[in-house]
């Protein structure tokens, strides 16, 4: 698969056939990941794969634990909550293999101001989004599907408790990951514009003299 094809490849797949991943296929994929630029040098990226079911039951139940608290107090009704947890909670535990990434904070750079924290801290996730682009178009060129999760974003001590983590890491996604179902159907997707993304503000040189 050429570059543009494997980039392409890349779709959000929720629904999985049987069939294990091949643990060499995510190596590669986490490898090639690991390319991703970083600041300091500081390759922060660190992986979690869960294969056995009863540690995808376990994560699925803690965080969907903590995401009922949330739901609770954003008011909505134990009806509506309980939908919406039984479907996060097939997804993960359906899935052949799911991978959390996380980011090594120990390697980042420490500042006394807020402002300066959470600059750094924004580097470290840039970064585990780069390294998670690559990660699953990796799989995709391989014919694997997957797909980018949020929910350790909205647990991180769940998640660093259930996993047995350090305090330094910080999760960030959770990757499901297997062969898309046979009857699995990409939503169209419409062909990319760049000029649907280009904006060029007035201050640039190029626009005041057009002006
Ligand atoms: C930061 C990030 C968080 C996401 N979180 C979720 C999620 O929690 N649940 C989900 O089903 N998809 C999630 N997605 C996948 C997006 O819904 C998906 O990328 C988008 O719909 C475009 O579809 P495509 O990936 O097939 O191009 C997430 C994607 C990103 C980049």
Redesign the pocket.
């Known amino acids: 698969m050429n570059f543009e094809d494997a980039v392409a490849a ?5 629904v999985f056939r049987d069939g294990a991943v091949p643990r060499a296929a995510v190596e590669r994929a986490v490898a090639l990941a690991a390319t991703a630029p970083a600041p300091h040098h500081s390759s922060p990226w660190r992986f979690v794969v869960l294969e056995e079911p009863r540690d995808k039951e376990r994560l699925a139940r803690s965080m969907g634990a903590a995401w009922r608290e949330d739901l609770l107090s954003d008011g909505l009704k134990e009806g509506a909550i309980g939908r919406i947890l039984d479907r996060s909670h097939a ?1 993960l535990t359906h899935s052949p293999l799911a991978v959390v990434c996380c980011a090594e904070m120990s390697r980042s750079h420490s500042y006394p101001d807020e402002r300066r924290r959470l600059a750094e801290w924004s580097l470290f996730a840039h970064t585990i ?1 780069a390294a ?1 682009q690559t990660f699953m178009v990796a799989l995709a060129a391989e014919g694997i599907a997957s ?5 350790p974003v909205f647990c991180r001590e769940v998640v660093r408790r259930e996993l047995g983590l350090e305090e330094s890491i910080e999760p960030h ?1 959770l990757v499901l990951c297997g062969y898309a179902s046979l009857d699995y159907r ?2 169209e ?1 419409p062909v990319a514009d760049a000029g649907d993304y280009l904006i060029a503000p007035d201050s640039l040189c190029g626009r005041e003299q057009e002006a």
């Open positions: 890349r779709r959000s797949v929720r997804l989004g998670l797909c980018w999760l949020s929910a996604a990409p939503r997707r």
